[in-house]
């Protein structure tokens, strides 16, 4: 048995006195899509902070491929083969959308800090990148400064930009927030294609989306994980049904 | 071959594209240098020139902090000193001859600048990198004031008051220069500033160039496709610092002495004002402030002592209306006119430009006024035989309408704009 | 003995009176985000109108209207200044207030000319207060203590007490919540600015009697004042009170000691001859905050109260 693809234990994090994680344990499988799911406040964009090194946690570890990366600076686990997108589009706005997912693709290719070669001089830079916006759709678009570009091309800039360093482990924050009905399905069917061969986490509001894509589903309710197992399991738990489906309903569509 | 490489290709600016916006103008700007001497300038020009030379330099260097990597630092002189005085002190080592340097050329000294401001700025950035923003920006004051102070506790080094002064006219003569007459130091600047032009436009199409400007915009996700920001800051420090370091050398080289007065908040604030005025978001920005407040700098200080209030003046307006600065104003212009409406777009401006110039009108009449008034030597602001005594009525009107006439269109202009649909 | 005491009652002076510009300058910065490069030039536009009025009247009145007006330029410059160039971000903010920095020392040059005004210390006030071991305190000093102190009173129950107060606490520690708190956030801003300002301008008030009011007094005091907000951590006033004193006691303890590099490091076998070997502690003295900035950055970047960055 080979290390879970990522693996998080007695993970606690707390900000003063307001304990935001408690004690989560969770063991993510290689090559599993994994959903993370919960009511607002749960902690799921903390946990995301937390897994990829951008807060250190208050106790407990994480752990990629069986190296334990808690303290880790994030450019570092990146570099250990750990991408992430955010809820919010994090982009070079200043920047054309080729400039953005070729910025992406340069230290996968070795292209390192060097300042004593052109940025054109690499083939394979260049070839990556083309492969990555071709993959994105957004090849007709890749001379348009990023922040001229509609939502939905932002938040598929988002994307592209998360997996250009060709990352194994891949962690999506929301990538279909605000997205009407026809940009969802299109960025799911990016997103099942993007991790193919992968191993993705999702936090997603849209139920849809996430019964559509993911293997298993976690539930955090007040930083702890009450519930994780395949989808029709946590369809039918009771658990779940109280304290996240059965007081709100099924929170389509919010931004 | 596949497809892909074939795509790839069509991404990329045409040659054309590339040879007008990258090969061209660098080929102007050499035919200028080329055609200059041609004129048979005078010594004051081309003392004019040579400083020029030594600000585009230094401005460039500048605003690869600024501009492209949104580094605001108050204390670049720092780098522009301390490459300058080593380049010094190489020159009186080469005079001395002692051991290697008697057969260093002079004509390399801006290399010895380099090296010399980028380890200085790869040991101050080394703890002034780790933060960004406003704090890099006091962190930066800091550092100068506590370099300039220093400077006059090493005599050996900084010379004290007096500084370290040389001679430039030793050692090995390349491309049949002396290095003695200024026609000889013409050509050096040129060298060296086309040099420093050439690597600084190219450090900016380069990985690091590229990830400068994506830590400028967006710090956080730098560090998810793999780059420490901290780092990428202070690379880009480095580098720059040894592009100021290389101004430095030039500098040496022209006046063939330096002071502390070199490391001061002061020329730190001028490259400042330089490069911001001339356009940070351009990359001939600083290259046009610095042209146009050389030229300034030397020749308005002889017809007014208010210079540096009009300086400030400038440099405010900017910052409020014109953020992109001169470049932006002139790309902007451009721009303008060859749109749809030109002609529409050429009256606005002209009108604009009325407003503005009589706004101006009645500022330099007042700060003219009052400058003389202040001195208190009975000296009266008399422009073209014109007399304005601050006692007489008619000056103030001088002072008033103009001003309130001007603001009076500009901002007629600005209300007609914003009614205006989009 | 006397020179422990002196140091010590100087340096909390002015200390004091680097909190009464560094405090102001860390409320503008947690506030609104703006680094504001003309703080000391309102600082030495205080000692100017001080000047101004004193000569006009009494010592006593410039003392209470020098600071408003001062105060009243700064909300100006806000208002139709700072509040143009907010949209532009913070880097922007920062270079507009050092083009104003540059235009008010150019202003000031030439209503009062290139020199030191003769500023003087009120005749109430110029006489001992004291004399120990044979040296005398001067009464002004004393004076100047009681006001900082009381300055430090107002501001505590301004921010303790009063209901703007406590927005402004919230604004330091929560600084992107106040604009849902519904509050008019530009007036909160206009006024915030004006009082920072006034709070130079009683500074410069105080200081610029004894020290030296002439046009170069903002650019020797404005470096000082960003090492304490640095040192101290930015944003935090606490650390900004701290920062102060320590600065305000290492630079008068300083002045104080005449011992060399070659006396303190004789183990060494420095010469006192040297360069190294002759430089005092004394001549160090106005290069003090600036080491301990470089010092602070290289072993605690955050500064003595700072947040841990993120």
Redesign the interface.
């Given at each position: 048995m080979t290390a879970p693809a990522l693996s998080l234990k007695n993970l606690s994090k707390s900000f003063g006195p307001a304990q935001i994680i408690n004690d989560v344990n969770l063991d993510i499988a290689k090559g599993e899509r994994h959903a993370i799911i919960g009511p607002n406040g749960a902690g799921k964009s903390t946990l995301f902070n937390l897994i990829s090194g951008l807060y250190t946690p208050t106790s407990g570890t994480v752990s990629l491929n069986g190296t334990l990366i808690s303290g880790v600076p994030p450019h570092e686990i990146n570099r250990m083969g750990l991408s992430r997108s955010f809820q919010v589009s994090n982009i070079f706005a200043n920047m054309t959308v080729r400039e953005n997912v070729r910025c992406g693709v340069l230290h996968s290719l070795g292209q390192g800090y060097s300042f004593w070669k052109s940025v054109t001089s690499s083939k394979a830079v260049q070839e990556k990148t083309f492969e990555v916006l071709e993959h994105c759709a957004l090849v007709d678009k890749a001379n348009t400064p990023a922040a001229l570009l509609p939502y939905a091309d932002q938040r598929a800039l988002e994307i592209a930009i998360t997996i250009a360093g060709g990352a194994n482990v891949i962690l999506l924050d929301e990538p279909t927030a605000g997205m009407s009905h026809s940009e969802t399905d299109r960025a799911v069917e990016l997103i099942r294609k993007s991790s193919e061969g992968k191993t993705l986490v999702i936090v997603e509001h849209d139920m849809g989306v996430i019964f559509d894509l993911a293997d298993r589903i976690s539930v955090l309710v007040y930083g702890e994980i009450i519930a994780s197992a395949p989808p029709s399991e946590i369809r039918g738990d009771p658990k779940v049904r109280e304290a996240y489906l059965g007081d709100e309903a099924l929170p389509e569509e919010t931004a | 071959m596949s497809d892909?490489?074939q795509?790839?290709?069509d991404?990329?600016p045409s040659t054309g594209a590339k040879f007008r916006q990258r090969t061209l103008p660098i080929l102007i700007f050499v035919a200028i240098i080329l055609a200059i001497p041609m004129t048979d300038p005078s010594r004051t020009m081309l003392t004019l020139i040579h400083q020029m030379a030594i600000n585009i330099v230094f401005a460039l260097a500048y605003n690869m902090l600024l501009g492209k990597g949104?580094m605001?630092s108050?204390g670049h002189a720092v780098y522009f000193g301390l490459g300058g005085y080593f380049c010094m002190h190489v020159m009186n080592w080469i005079e001395e001859g002692s051991g290697i340097w008697g057969s260093y050329p002079t004509f390399f000294l801006p290399v010895m600048g380099f090296v010399a401001g980028g380890l200085a700025a790869a040991v101050i950035g080394s703890?002034?990198c780790?933060?960004a923003?406003?704090?890099f920006?006091?962190?930066s004051?800091?550092?100068a004031?506590?370099v300039f102070?220093?400077a006059f506790?090493?005599?050996?080094l900084f010379g004290g008051e007096q500084g370290i002064n040389g001679d430039r006219m030793n050692g090995p003569e390349v491309f049949g220069l002396s290095m003695g007459p200024m026609q000889d130091i013409y050509w050096f600047m040129a060298f060296w500033t086309v040099v420093g032009i050439v690597a600084m436009y190219?450090?900016t199409?380069?990985?690091?160039?590229?990830?400068s400007?994506?830590t400028?915009?967006?710090p956080?996700?730098?560090?998810?496709?793999?780059?420490?920001?901290t780092?990428?800051r202070w690379?880009v420090f480095t580098?720059s610092g040894a592009f100021a370091g290389l101004a430095g050398g030039m500098s040496a080289v022209n006046y063939e002495i330096f002071t502390p007065e070199a490391l001061s908040?002061i020329p730190s604030?001028f490259v400042?004002i330089m490069a911001?005025v001339g356009g940070i978001t351009y990359f001939a920005g600083p290259i046009m402030g610095a042209i146009l407040l050389t030229y300034m700098s030397s020749m308005m200080s002889d017809f007014t002592e208010?210079w540096?209030?009009y300086?400030?003046?400038m440099?405010?307006i900017i910052?409020?209306y014109a953020?992109r600065g001169i470049a932006g104003i002139v790309f902007g212009f451009w721009d303008g006119l060859r749109g749809a409406q030109s002609g529409e777009f050429l009256k606005r401006t002209l009108i604009q430009l009325a407003g503005c110039l009589l706004m101006l009108l009645g500022l330099i009449v007042l700060?003219e006024v009052?400058?003389r008034w202040?001195?208190g030597w009975g000296e009266v602001f008399e422009p073209y035989g014109m007399h304005f005594g601050h006692d007489s009525i008619l000056t103030w009107i001088v002072i008033v309408v103009p001003i309130v006439a001007g603001a009076a269109i500009l901002r007629y202009l600005g209300r007609e704009k914003e009614e205006m649909p989009a | 003995m006397e020179t422990i005491v002196f140091a010590l009652l100087n340096g909390v002076i002015y200390g004091l009176l680097l909190f009464m510009l560094s405090s102001g300058l860390t409320l503008i910065f947690s506030m609104m985000g703006v680094l504001n490069f003309a703080h000391a030039s309102f600082y030495m536009l205080g000692a100017y109108f001080a000047f101004t009025i004193s000569g006009s009247t009494t010592f006593w009145i410039a003392l209470f209207v020098a600071p408003v007006l001062v105060g009243l330029v700064g909300a100006v410059v806000e208002r139709y200044g700072l509040r143009k160039v907010h949209a532009n971000g913070h880097v922007a903010e920062l270079l507009f207030t050092f083009g104003l920095a540059y235009l008010i020392e150019e202003i000031v040059k030439i209503v009062y000319g290139k020199t030191a005004v003769d500023y003087r210390i009120p005749d109430l006030l110029n006489f001992p207060a004291f004399t120990i071991y044979g040296a005398s305190f001067p009464a002004y000093r004393i004076f100047m203590l009681f006001i900082a102190i009381g300055m430090l009173i107002g501001l505590w129950y301004l921010l303790k007490k009063t209901r703007a107060g406590l927005i402004i606490q919230a604004a330091l520690t929560h600084p992107h919540m106040v604009g849902h708190l519904g509050h008019n956030v530009p007036l909160i801003f206009m006024t915030v600015f004006g009082i920072g300002c006034a709070m130079a301008g009683l500074a410069g008030v105080i200081a610029g009697n004894i020290f030296v009011t002439d046009p170069a007094m903002a650019v020797q005091m404005g470096p000082i004042v960003f090492v304490v907000v640095v040192v101290g951590g930015i944003g935090s006033l606490e650390g900004a009170f701290l920062a102060s004193l320590l600065i305000g006691l290492i630079q008068n303890f300083a002045v104080g000691i005449n011992a060399s590099f070659a006396e303190i490091f004789w183990f060494t076998g420095l010469s006192p001859t040297s360069e190294i070997g002759d430089i005092t502690i004394s001549s160090l003295a106005p290069v003090m905050p600036f080491l301990l900035l470089v010092l602070m950055l290289i072993f605690r970047p955050r500064g003595l109260m700072g947040e841990q960055e993120l």
């Open positions: - | 892909a490489t795509n790839h290709a991404l990329a949104g605001l108050f703890f002034s780790r933060r923003g406003t704090t920006a006091m962190i004051l800091g550092v004031e506590l102070s220093g506790m090493f005599d050996s190219a450090f199409r380069t990985p690091l160039g590229r990830l400007e994506a400028r915009d967006n956080q996700r730098v560090q998810f496709i793999g780059y420490n920001p780092r990428v690379l580098i908040l604030g400042l911001y208010a540096l209030l300086l400030g003046l440099f405010v910052v409020m953020p700060v009052s400058i202040s001195n | -």
